[in-house]
Each structure stands twice: as C-alpha cells, then as structure tokens.
C-alpha cells in the first residue's frame, strides 16, 4: 500500500509557476520512490493566497495534470489552508511576509519549506527554529543555486582542497525592469533587491567557505523604481567581511539590481568570481554556450542567452514534455526529506531520521543565522541610509548586531 503526503502551499506568484508548478504536476503523475521510504504519492491540497485569483486561473488550466486543490483566499487563508492538516507546506511570498505565515505552519505541526529568504531577522530566525525543534518538525529553505552544477563544482574543489583558502569574491544579479515594475510592483515599495537575490550569494558564500560573518557594509541607489529621497531601492551593493580559523579574512562584494533594461540579452545577469591563495574560479551562469536568435522574438519575448538549467523545459526523445532544472530540485528534495523522516522506517526511530536530516545544513533553518544576520543588517544599512544617515557600519559577534 502506498504511503501518502498532501501539501499546503502559500503564494502563486511567479516563483509558484517557475518551480512549485512543475514539481506538484510532475509529482502527481510519479510520485516519488526511494529505497529507504518506499512509493510515497505527494498531493497538493490547498492553496492559501490574498485574492485568490491566480489559483482560480490554474484550477481551470490544470485540470489534466494536478488534482483539484482547495482555494483558500483572504486575511486568514493560512488559517484555512492549514485545516486541511497537509504534510508539508511550502511559503512563497514577498520576503518580508515569510515570518506569520512559516510560524503559524510549524505550530500546526506542519514540516515547512521557505523561500529565501528565511525571515529578515535573528529574531524571527529563532523564534521559528525554538518552534521547529519544539514540535519535531524540519524547517527547510529554498536555497536553488547551491545545487547549480557550476556552484556543486566550485563546493566540491574547496572541499578537496584543489582550491586553497578563499581571498575575496565579486557576486552580481542584476534583472529586468519588468520585474520591479510589473511582477513585483504590488509588493515593492520600501524593499530592496539585495535582501530579495544577494541572498543567493550570501548563503553560497557562508556554505561554501564557512568562517565567522564579522562586518557588513552596504550602500544603495534610489529613483527609477521608487522616489530618489524615498526608501525603494533600485540597486545594492553589499560588502560581507568573514574571519577564518587561521586568523586572515575575506571580503565579498555582491551586487544586485533590478532595473536592467528589459530588451537585455539574458532574463538575469549573474556572475561570480572567487580569487584563492593558489587561484580564481570565475562563472557565469548567464554565459553558458548557448545563444538564440529568432526574428520579432528576441531578446523581449525570448532571450538571446537561456538558462537551461534553473527550470528548463524540453521535449525528451522519447516524445514527452517535461521540465526540470536545480529550481525544481531543491523541492524534491525536500519532499524526499519529508518522506524520510515520516516513512523511511519505525515510528520510534522518527527522531532519529529527523536530526539526521537537520544535520544536512545546505538548507535547515538553524543553520541560517549568518545570513539571516546579513540580511538584518543589510536592511538596518539602508533603512539609515534612507533617513538621512549613510555610511553606516554594521559588526556582528554572532549574537547581536550593532551598527556604528
């Protein structure tokens, strides 16, 4: 007899329809299957928005690849979602919505999935992880681009030691216009791109070369997206100081913006580059060997440069449609994790499988608090700066941060 676990999801943005949709209607059709937990069907229950308007559109268009899910819409619609008592539930909303919603999943006794990032707080940060550990739940977040290929590679030298101690690194995202202005405008005002994409980085860089996050440094530009005196932000620059266990630093810049001009050649740029004691990584992951051109498409309805590898969609040999990429990945993995820890063998060996699947830190809440404390004071950097006080410092002793 199959096992089964039903899903909550909060938010149907675009983030929804890029990785969540793929992964719910690929799940419905194979479920998942592994060895250490059997034939687990996965289906989505309920779906908690605002209006209710996007679930009600895919209701209709998705007839023939998902089940019938519950709309929930409204002030308490996590409410509503909740008492269809899922598994798991997965939150994704604008980032400063997170913290009520992820802390109301955990005290129903939900396992939660996060977009990053996690909270904008330590606080918020450990009031949830006190839940989690509380209730014997995992808290997971989204962090994608840890499992890009590119990013597993640069991992897998610092780990073999082919690449030596980390001297500093250069990290930019910058997107299109039309993400500020259009998908993004309901909820943008007073926030900023680099809490929204530098994220990505902070954590790549945190996971990757450990250390201890000592100072951050952060400045910003104002006008295009929002008044030039106001507090929306149309690009960050954040400077990240860590300290290793030899006694010597590094410093990490990541730039982001969202403002690039919407016939740009690629959906995003994105570029990292590393410099070590005995060499540089250097990639690019808009630059990846393929360009395309097609007359009246590219570069606004198509782009020139395609990423392939976030969540890309094929036609296979054999005649199927299908799409997959390290986007999607990240959510079946955290399915499986569920599916360990509530299948994978005796009730009373739960505990157990559940700190094994804590201690795999690339995405488990209690491991965040660095970028969680990166992200606080990034925020706290500009909010000064938007009432009149640039040029503030801030400096973290792992507990608290103090701005100077």
């Not at 909550?8 to 194979?30: H, Q």
């Not at 330590?122 to 209730?135: C, G, K, M, P, V």
């Not at 410093?251 to 982001?256: P, Q, S, V």
Request: net charge neutral; with cysteine.
């Amino acid at each position: 007899m199959r096992a089964k676990m039903t899903a909550g999801m909060v938010g149907m943005g675009m983030i929804f329809d890029d990785t969540y949709r793929p992964f719910f209607e690929s799940v419905a059709r194979t479920g998942l299957y592994d060895r250490r937990f059997g034939d687990v069907d996965v289906q989505l229950v309920a779906v908690a928005t605002k209006t209710g308007s996007r679930a009600a559109r895919y209701l209709q268009q998705s007839a023939d690849r998902i089940p019938a899910f519950e709309n929930c819409l409204g002030d308490n619609a996590v409410q509503q979602m909740l008492q269809h008592r899922p598994t798991f539930a997965c939150v994704a909303t604008p980032d400063n919505r997170h913290f009520e919603a992820a802390r109301e999943i955990l005290e129903a006794g939900v396992h939660l999935l996060v977009e990053k990032p996690s909270v904008l707080s330590l606080s918020e940060l450990d009031e949830l992880t006190a839940i989690a550990e509380r209730r014997g739940l995992l808290a997971r977040v989204v962090y994608h681009k840890l499992l890009d290929p590119d990013h597993k590679k640069l991992r897998t030298l610092v780990a073999d030691n082919v690449l030596q101690h980390v001297n500093n690194g250069y990290c930019s995202l910058l997107e299109p216009r039309q993400i500020s202005g259009q998908q993004f405008s309901e909820w943008i005002t007073g926030r900023n791109p680099g809490t929204y994409v530098a994220v990505h980085y902070i954590k790549l860089i945190d996971f990757t070369f450990g250390g201890r996050l000592k100072t951050v440094l952060c400045t910003g530009q104002r006008g295009l997206v929002g008044p030039r005196d106001g507090n929306t932000w149309d690009s960050c620059q954040l400077r990240l100081i860590y300290e290793y266990d030899d006694g010597r630093e590094a410093a990490f810049d990541i730039h982001t913006s969202w403002v690039t001009p919407d016939n740009f050649p690629g959906y995003v740029e994105q570029e990292v580059q590393f410099r070590f004691d005995n060499g540089i990584w250097n990639g690019h992951s808009r630059k990846r060997g393929v360009e395309l051109t097609v007359d009246q498409l590219t570069p606004l309805k198509l782009k020139n440069t395609i990423n392939n590898h976030y969540n890309g969609s094929f036609l296979e040999p054999w005649g199927e449609r299908s799409q997959r990429g390290y986007g999607i990945e990240v959510i079946d993995r955290f399915a499986r994790e569920v599916a360990w820890v509530e299948h994978g063998g005796a009730a009373g060996e739960r505990g157990q499988r559940l700190q094994q699947i804590r201690e795999l830190t690339y995405a488990d809440l209690a491991a965040d608090r660095q970028v969680v404390a990166a992200i606080e004071a990034m925020e706290r950097i500009l909010e000064e700066q938007a009432a009149g006080r640039p040029d503030r410092v801030a400096r973290y002793d792992g507990r608290t941060i103090q701005l100077f």
